[in-house]
């Protein structure tokens, strides 16, 4: 069994999804060398995660901003947490729905994802900076 | 370590919230040869998900649909993506907080899951088809 | 490669978020042994949760119970399993919302969590009970 780790330092983006898969898979050319296994990708951050969902029709990623944005309001007054601004709390809320980290199986030296999946980052403040992730993939 | 990977083609199911612990265990008779490890559940789909929860009262399953069609509005004025019916933009959503995989520790050939729990097939599509699943586990 | 398994029960916490980081690295002390692997915490319940969330400020884990509590209300008269109170619907729906498990990248012998990350118990019932948690670790 061979283990490989590697970091990422992802670019800023703008608030919302942004689909990723090509960026991990450029990150971690020993993917290839692997016949049966599984790749971890983690986020190092708390305002910020990462999903798998369509990969295709961009609408869908601007329906996940409007989505979320009405399920996690902000500036509700209830909130104890809000000296970065009102996208703070409700950023580590969404972040802790949809997770920190995605797990792809690996078969033939390739990700088995189905025809439609993609891996997101999922920018929940508005000015987040670069996020740095933690690639980990295993197997035979 | 070992590594053993099965694909599981699910029969379609209604939309809704189903056990499918036993349809997993039966898929991957090499469990039992894993005295200490993981399995991973993988859905290669992106409108319907895995989580798990209680395995039990048949109530439970009904009340996760009844919640997350309340939580996840069809027909939001707001959706850009409404070509494929209001089933389809919520289901991306729903898939999305429950997630695409499940990761189960295995001990004595075991799944080590508590007492209550069980897998469970979400099915967020009114006609979601067959789903397919990449079934890993690994251990030693 | 190399795989330790270990099983945690942690004492009754109150309904709330909870920091167990340092608990979790107490009780896996081979972890040391690890360059490059992963870490998965596992919890054996279907009314409780784990998630990865801010370290520091306290009032962020407030903001979590108060907004999972308006995020899934209690008493819904559409609630079917309603037996054993009126906190035990909504806690199956948000353990399925966060996750039974968190899955860490190993570097060097630690976690590699951002600063900011840290591991939460969620605990959604008003009498949980102990919480047992199944630990997991492998790499080289």
Known sequence: MKI????????????GFH?????????????????TGICQVFIQHTSASLTINENA????????????NKAVPENDPDYLHDDEGP???PAHLKAAML???????????RFALGTWQGV?????????????????????
């Not at 689909?19 to 016949?35: D, F, G, M, W």
């Not at 029709?57 to 979320?68: I, Q």
């Not at 997770?99 to 030296?109: A, E």
């Open 19 to 35: 689909l990723i898969t090509s960026e991990i898979l450029q990150a971690l050319p020993q993917l290839s060398e692997i016949k």
């Open 99 to 109: 997770g920190s980290s995605v797990m792809i199986p690996i078969r033939n030296g």
């Open 57 to 68: 029709d961009p609408t869908v990623r601007k329906d996940f901003e409007t989505y979320f």
């Open 120 to 140: 997101y980052l999922c920018e929940h403040r508005n000015y987040g900076g670069q996020r740095s992730l933690v690639i980990t993939a295993w197997g035979e």
């Open 87 to 89: 996208d703070d709390m």
């Open 4 to 15: 490989y780790q590697q970091q990422l330092h992802l670019k800023e983006r703008k608030r």
